[in-house]
């Protein structure tokens, strides 16, 4: 019944809300590490290195280690057949990694950490979203992935401003009346505590409520040890269609993450505080967390790659107006930068929406049974180095200008509609028209 009323299997949304579990503490790191690093409870010799480096390469290490291994724990877990444990063994290293933090004093016990979390990510990505296409039906999908997707990112955009809140009301002292003991924790440790508490609660759902199902391991599927093949083996097309809709996942993701590293140049550009950016930050998420669903449940009804197309479509713009905001005098009547950039990230947002959950559940469409791991952490592994990249190329890329960094990711989404226009076919047949929106 709980199907039929939502349209997806109860233990996608089951395994959804373990993600929004992990994902709150998870995110909580985006806010604490930085403020950690800068605090006097890191000391230490960095070789030399800026805080701001220091900062830069703990924050992305996560991306850069988990990414490149995602197509072989994916694989493993189509060999073997069993998703289940690689999502807990990933759990059980997110949550003692973040109870570690809590007696790091050095700046290269973060570094060693986040490596240690990237592992744990590269466990945990692939085989969620691999079990989320495995208890899908073609004709659900969509709709699955989208509330996975959601559920994900609610966690994602709850964990930083929630890890403000627990800093600043820190230090904490807990009284235990028996022993007649008192113990003290700082803001930090109350965070990093909460971030394994969240990782706890996520092994305990899944661990309780989700079961393998029953696919073929391994299946008949491709040769490569990872999974993935670049060319079109049967000539139809130049790039092989999992692989064009994981360039299109990078493009995507570039275009989402050069936003992220420019917070002191968008305030002073715009004249505001980082409290608006932080609200521009967010616009995205919003976007994505209220059409995930609907989108992803449409392209099971209208087909998946006319909303892929139109997603990138959309990307180019809505990601390079956000560079000439700052010169856009016209506008300056009617409506302020500040608030055009909201508009600019929400809108840039409906384009995100349109692209990963369709595309993933595109893969997931092509992926043969048993293959759902290597195929899809394709997109997975791609979506996440590009989030690891694009900070990194606005960084270097601003100093010619504003604009640049903007204007090149947007150059990357125009490519995008390229690659999506020849290299990407519908698999599934749709069951109704849509002619507004057609490939």
Do not use: C
């Not at 390469?57 to 877990?77: A, E, Y």
Request: glycine content about 12%; charged content about 10%.
């Amino acid at each position: 019944m709980l199907r039929d009323r939502l349209g997806v299997d109860p233990q996608v949304l089951a395994l959804s809300l373990a993600r929004l579990s992990e994902s709150v503490g998870n995110s909580f790191l985006i806010v604490v590490l930085p403020l950690f690093i800068a605090s006097d409870f890191i000391t230490g010799n960095s070789l030399g290195l800026t805080e701001v480096f220091i900062t830069g390469l703990v924050l992305s290490i996560f991306g850069f280690v988990n990414s490149p291994l995602q197509p072989f724990t994916g694989r493993l877990s189509d060999r073997t057949g069993r998703r289940k444990v690689f999502v807990l063994f990933g759990l059980v290293l997110i949550a003692v990694a973040s109870f570690s933090y809590s007696l790091a004093s050095v700046y290269w016990h973060l570094v060693g950490l986040r490596v240690f979390q990237g592992v744990a990510g590269a466990f945990i990505i692939p085989t969620t979203v691999a079990l989320v296409n495995d208890l899908a039906e073609k004709g659900n999908r969509g709709g699955s992935m989208g509330t996975y997707n959601t559920f994900r990112l609610i966690g994602f955009g709850v964990g930083p401003v929630a890890a403000g809140g627990v800093i600043a009301a820190g230090p904490y002292s807990l009284s235990f009346s028996p022993m007649a003991t008192t113990l003290s924790l700082t803001g930090f440790d109350a965070a990093f505590y909460l971030a394994a508490s969240t990782a706890t609660l996520a092994f305990v759902l899944v661990s309780v409520l989700i079961h393998d199902p029953d696919v073929d391991p391994g299946g008949s599927g491709r040769s490569d040890p990872t999974g993935i093949a670049v060319f079109d083996r049967t000539g139809g097309q130049l790039l092989d269609p999992v692989f064009a809709l994981g360039v299109v996942s990078f493009f995507m993701a570039v275009g989402i993450a050069v936003f992220a590293t420019l917070g002191g140049i968008v305030n002073a550009e715009l004249g505001q505080g980082p409290e608006m950016f932080g609200l521009q930050f967010a616009a995205f998420i919003l976007a994505q967390v209220l059409l995930q669903v609907p989108i992803g449940r449409a392209t099971d009804f209208y087909g998946r790659k006319r909303f892929i197309l139109v997603g990138m479509v959309l990307l180019v713009p809505t990601t390079l107006v956000q560079g000439l905001i700052p010169d856009a005098t016209l506008l300056s009547g009617i409506i302020s930068g500040s608030w055009s950039m909201f508009l600019a990230r929400f809108l840039q947002g409906v384009a995100g929406a349109m692209v990963f959950a369709p595309a993933l559940a595109l893969a997931g469409d092509i992926a043969r049974d048993g293959q759902s791991g290597s195929t899809l952490s394709v997109l997975t592994m791609a979506f996440g180095l590009g989030v690891a990249v694009g900070p990194l190329l606005s960084g270097v890329l601003v100093a010619w200008g504003f604009v640049v960094p903007f204007a090149f990711a947007a150059s990357l989404a125009a490519v995008g509609v390229l690659v999506v226009l020849t290299q990407v076919e519908e698999v599934i047949t749709p069951s109704r028209s849509l002619p507004l929106i057609d490939a």
